[in-house]
């Protein structure tokens, strides 16, 4: 529309205040969850797994991840406005964003979903039973070599099965991972989850749980 002005067109600055101001919504609806609630934070997350573990390519996948995306789309958007002209506004009231924040928000939900297994860790410690092992399901330590050939030994016998102590000790952390593997950390991601949508702070939520943590592994439950 600026160009259109400049050739001669009747094209007035309210016509072109107007696109302006009608295009903001519909593009911050796109724009919002898909690169602030979705493609930042699955590169977050997977640039984190990576430098939780020491790896440098944490970082370094985060800057050039985001940068590249970023720069890309911009490039892009900016000659396809200009490609398309006025007629953009066609697609914008026909549904296009619509689907395409809709399809955004599935894939972040999922990704991020198998994530936390991966990143939420939630095991208690306390002891449900003890049960003695019986004779030769476990290895008598006084029977093994003293040295580097006892040490090897009991590996050896580890790994044909065989217990490192005589008793058999199940936490409560065993007997829900028996139920359904990860139940502790899921519940806990949707109780974060529920806290978020009740309009509770985001770092609230995180001394909360820095809070409880270290409470529970004082007290031996964690």
């Not at 699955?42 to 370094?60: D, E, V």
């Not at 490039?75 to 955004?104: C, H, M, N, P």
């Not at 994530?115 to 095991?123: F, H, I, Q, T």
Request: hydrophobic content about 50%; glycine content about 12%; aromatic content about 10%.
């Amino acid at each position: 529309m600026e160009q259109d002005r400049a050739n001669g067109a009747p094209v007035d600055d309210v016509a072109i205040q107007g696109v302006k101001v009608g295009m903001m919504g519909p593009l911050a609806g796109i724009g919002d969850p898909v690169f602030w609630f979705t493609i930042k934070p699955i590169i977050g997350a997977l640039a984190a797994s990576l430098a939780m573990t020491g790896n440098i390519l944490g970082p370094l996948i985060y800057f050039f991840a985001w940068n590249i995306i970023r720069m890309a789309f911009t490039w892009y958007t900016q000659e396809f406005g200009y490609r398309v002209g006025s007629r953009i506004t066609d697609d914008l009231s026909g549904g296009l964003l619509q689907d395409v924040t809709k399809g955004a928000t599935i894939l972040g939900m999922f990704i991020l979903g198998s994530l936390v297994n991966r990143w939420v860790a939630v095991k208690f410690t306390p002891v449900v039973s003890t049960v003695p092992n019986q004779a030769g399901a476990y290895i008598d330590w006084s029977k093994l070599p003293s040295g580097a050939k006892g040490i090897q030994k009991a590996l050896q016998l580890q790994q044909q099965g065989l217990s490192l102590t005589r008793d058999k000790v199940t936490t409560l952390q065993q007997n829900l991972d028996s139920l359904i593997p990860g139940l502790a950390a899921l519940g806990l991601t949707f109780l974060c989850m529920w806290l978020l949508k009740k309009k509770v702070s985001p770092i609230v939520i995180i001394l909360g749980l820095f809070v409880v943590g270290v409470v529970l592994h004082v007290v031996g439950w964690m």
